[in-house]
C-alpha cells in the first residue's frame, strides 16, 4: 500500500519542521518545494496526495497555484496563509480557482489535520464514483493507519466491504475484540453516498438499557423523572448517516426490538412518545459473539439477526494472519518512535520470533500496546530482548527453545516414519505380507515399527472394505 504523500510549497524552514515532525507522527510522508522551478523539476515523479500552499504574501501566487492545479488537477490543495487582510483576501479569491480550503496563521496542528483529513475523504470518495483498480485504492489516505495487509482472508473482507459500501444494506460485521471493526466500519461509511454526513460509533456494552433508548431515540418531556425537556435522539440528529452499534449483542431484546422497526420501516418512537418519528439512517452492526449462540441462549431476536445479517463481515484474528503482523510492528515502531522523537530503526530477530509466535487474544490492539511499551522503554536505536525483557514477560515463557539437533531429527523422523506406516497399512488394507513387500522390508521389521508406534493393526483391517 503507498503511504500519504503530502508536498508543502514555500514555507521556511522552521515552519516545514515544524508541519514534518507533526505529521510524520500521522504516518505521513512530507517533502517540501521552496519555488516554482523546483516543483516543475520535481513534476512527474511521485504523486502527492495532498499540497499544502504556503501564503506569506500575495504577489505572484496565483500563477505558482494556476501552475500547481495545472500538473497536478485530482491533487486537493491546502492554502496556509498568513494573517494579513490582503492574503486572507487572495486566499479566498483562491479557494474560488480550485484550493480546498485556506487556514489562517496561526493554526493549530489539530485545525491542520482535521482539515487534511477532509480533504483525503472527499477525494477518495471523488475517486469511489469512477472506475478505478482495486489495487489503487489507498485507504491510507483518508484512514490514516489502515493496514489491510497480505493475508487472503482480510482481503476477501475489504473487496466485500467496498463493494456493499455504496449501498444501503445493513452490514455485520463479525471478529474477536482488536481486530479492526471500527476502522473497516469507518472505511464502509467514507466510500458510501452517506460520506458528507455524520458516522456516529456507540459502544452498546458501556450503556444500560434506559440510557442506551434515551440516547439512541430521545424522549419526550416527563416521559421520566428528570425529562424536564424533550431531548432528541441520535438516530434523529445523524439522519442521513451511518451509525456502528459495536457489541450489539449486549442490547437488550426490547430495545433490538425497535432496532427492528427502524430497519424496517425507518422509524421509531421515541422514549414516552406516541408518535412515530421518520430517519434514514444505515446501521452497520458489530459483535465478538457468535449471534446464532445468542439466539439459542434466548439473547438476541432471531428476526434481528436475518435483518443485520444481510452482508457479513468477518476480520480474522491476528493469528491467522501472521503474514501481516511484521507490517503492524514496523508501522507501530515508526509511529511511536516518531512520537516519543527517539530514532529506533527495528527489532531484533529474536523479539520478532516472540511477537510472530504468541497468540495475540487482544489482537491489533494487543500488539500496538505491546510495541508502545517496547518503544518507550528502548533507550538504543534497536530494541533487543535484553532491554525490554520486563515487557515481554508473559511471551518470553511461552518462547521454546529449539531442541538439540540430533534430538529434532529423531523426533523428525519418528513422526515421517509412523505417518508412512500408517498410509501404508492403509493403502494395504492391513496386509502385513502386502505392506511389507511394498515397503522393501520383512515382516518382522515391519511388526516391530507397528509395536513401537502402537499402531492398531485391527483398525486398518476393520477399514479394509470402505478405503476404495
Known sequence: MKRLKIVVTGSSDQGFLQLYSSLKEEGFDISQF???????????????????FNL?????KEYVFKEIKKAYP????????????????KSLQLVKIGAYDYLKKPFTMDELKIVIRRALKEKMQNLSGVSMKKDDLDFSSFLPGFIVG????????????????????????????????EMVASLIHSLSRRRKKDFLKLNCAALTESIMESELFGYERGAFTGADTKKKGLFAAIDGGTILLDEITET???????????????EFIPVGGTAPVKCDVRIIAATNKDLREEIQRKRFRSDLYFRINTFTIYLPPLRERK??????????????????????????????????NYPWPGNIRELETTVLRMVVTCSKPFITLEEVKDVLPAMSKNRKSPLPFEKAREKFLSCWEEKYIKELLLVSRGNISQAAKRA????????????????DLAFYRKKASFVF
Not at 328 to 349: A, M, N, P, R
Not at 443 to 452: T, V
Open 440 to 455: 522393501g522390508v520383512t515382516r518382522a521389521y515391519l511388526y516391530k515399527k507397528i509395536n513401537k508406534y502402537q499402531i
Open 252 to 266: 437488550s431484546t426490547n430495545t433490538q426490538a425497535k432496532l427492528l422497526r427502524i430497519i424496517e420501516n425507518k
Open 56 to 60: 506569506d504574501n500575495s504577489k505572484l
Open 323 to 356: 503474514e501481516d503482523i511484521p507490517l503492524f510492528i514496523d508501522h507501530f515502531v515508526k509511529k511511536y518512535s516518531t512520537c516519543l522523537k527517539k530514532e529506533i530503526e527495528g527489532l531484533s530477530s529474536e523479539i520478532y520470533e516472540i511477537l510472530l
Open 34 to 52: 521552496k519555488s516554482l522551478p523546483e516543483f516543475l523539476t520535481r513534476k512527474g515523479r511521485n504523486l502527492p496526495s495532498l499540497i499544502l
Open 150 to 181: 497480505k493475508n487472503h482472508q482480510m482481503r476477501q473482507a475489504i473487496t466485500l466491504a467496498q463493494k456493499v459500501a455504496p449501498t444501503d444494506f445493513t452490514v455485520l460485521i463479525q471478529g474477536e475484540s482488536g481486530t479492526g471493526k
Open 74 to 89: 485530482a491533487v486537493p490543495v491546502i492554502i496556509l496563509s498568513s494573517p494579513e487582510p490582503d492574503c486572507i483576501k
